[in-house]
């Protein structure tokens, strides 16, 4: 069965300072995975994905991830944190060719301090 | 820049009760999707729609669930019956392909009460 983990529920940063976020997942087949942010009251909204090709992934806002199959992993990085990207960030992955649908992981709060 | 609208914004409604809830995708998408989102939990898949009807649905998506396509832009969740625990948030998503991303709407709060 398909799954996603985030193993930390938040994640604290100094304004400036690189941030990761974290993400695992489990797929049968080939992962095609997914960033997005949430800000509050609002929607999902997509950050970047990764299908094939280059395992560094450029999204918007200087957002990137790594995908590492070896480690089924795909960490969401940015090397300068601001303020503005505080908000909640979910990880989600999907089965290539299996299915379409999203499966998510719990969500990661990210609080970056002035 | 396109994106996915929803409404209503909120929607209280009583046990039992019937509730539609709207959304108009991006134009040119062909895939449709539904999940939700009870507060504090993670965002869940409910049903996804694709050549007017549905191509995968999840457990949760009971026949007290229904899904339309009633017009070229709207698309629709019913709910014919509604219990407390379907008190979430419910997103519509679509997508131009089945391999790229999805684009969500700003949601739909839904408190049964």
């Known amino acids: 069965a398909q799954s996603v983990a985030q193993p930390e529920d938040q994640v604290n940063v100094a304004e400036g300072n690189p941030l990761t976020v974290k993400c695992t997942y489990s797929v049968s087949g080939n992962p095609y995975l997914f960033w997005y942010v949430q800000y509050p009251n609002r929607g999902l909204q997509f950050l970047l994905k990764?299908?094939?090709?280059?395992?560094l992934v450029k999204g918007s806002y200087g957002f990137e991830a790594e995908f590492n199959k070896s480690q089924t992993s795909f960490h969401l990085k940015k090397p300068s944190a601001l303020v503005s990207d505080s908000a909640l960030y979910f990880c989600a992955v999907r089965d290539g060719g299996a299915t379409n649908k999203l499966i998510f992981g719990t969500g990661t709060l990210l609080a970056v301090q002035p | 820049e396109p994106e996915v609208t929803q409404t209503p914004s909120h929607q209280v409604t009583q046990m039992g009760q019937e509730v539609i809830l709207r959304c108009v995708p991006i134009?040119?998408?062909?895939?449709f999707y539904w999940y939700r989102q009870i507060l504090g939990q993670k965002v869940e898949f409910l049903v996804s729609f694709y050549n007017n009807e549905i191509s995968e649905k999840s457990e949760i998506f009971d026949d007290q669930f229904s899904v339309e396509r009633p017009d070229g832009s709207n698309f629709t969740l019913k709910i014919r019956s509604t219990k407390l625990e379907d008190s979430a948030m419910y997103f519509c998503?679509?997508?131009?392909?089945?391999?790229?991303?999805?684009?969500f709407g700003p949601g739909t709060r839904l408190t049964v009460l």
């Open positions: 990764y299908i094939t090709g280059d395992n």
């Open positions: 134009s040119n998408h062909l895939y």
């Open positions: 998503a679509s997508s131009g392909s089945g391999v790229g991303e999805q684009f």
